[in-house]
């Protein structure tokens, strides 16, 4: 069983910067491709993005391309989501989650709980 563990939510000012964690166990991590979502309130969890088993491939929403960035780091079980020129509307519950390259739900079969994004005025 593979487990999913994200860190790194917390407060910033808009316009500002803040880098997530997101750590996988249990399995073997070279195999998924490795998803960040996220959930407002109110409203339906959306893709952000996804970066494959090789890290070449990368898949980004329209509304964080150029902000966000994924970093993933094999050899530690990791995958950064860097976000820049942070805006309130980034204000959700980021997951990251494991499966397939896709920005789809239905591709990621393994959720951590989520971390707390919170992008003040």
């Known amino acids: 069983q593979v487990q999913v563990i994200e860190s790194g939510g917390g407060l910033v000012q808009a316009g500002g910067s803040l880098t997530l964690s997101c750590h996988a166990s249990?399995?073997?991590?070279?195999?998924?491709?490795m998803g960040w979502f996220r959930q407002a309130p109110g409203k339906e969890r959306e893709f952000v993005g996804s970066?494959?088993?090789?890290?070449?491939?990368?898949l980004y929403s329209d509304s964080v391309e150029g902000r966000f960035t994924l970093i993933r780091d094999n050899a530690e079980n990791r995958v950064y989501l860097q976000m820049n020129s942070l805006k309130p509307t980034d204000t959700a519950v980021y997951y990251c989650?494991?499966?397939?390259?896709?920005?789809?739900?239905?591709?990621?079969?393994?959720w951590g709980q989520g971390t707390q994004v919170t992008v003040s005025e």
């Open positions: 970066i494959g088993r090789n890290t070449r491939a990368t």
């Open positions: 989650a494991a499966g397939r390259l896709s920005r789809s739900m239905g591709a990621y079969d393994y």
């Open positions: 249990g399995g073997t991590f070279i195999t998924y491709a």
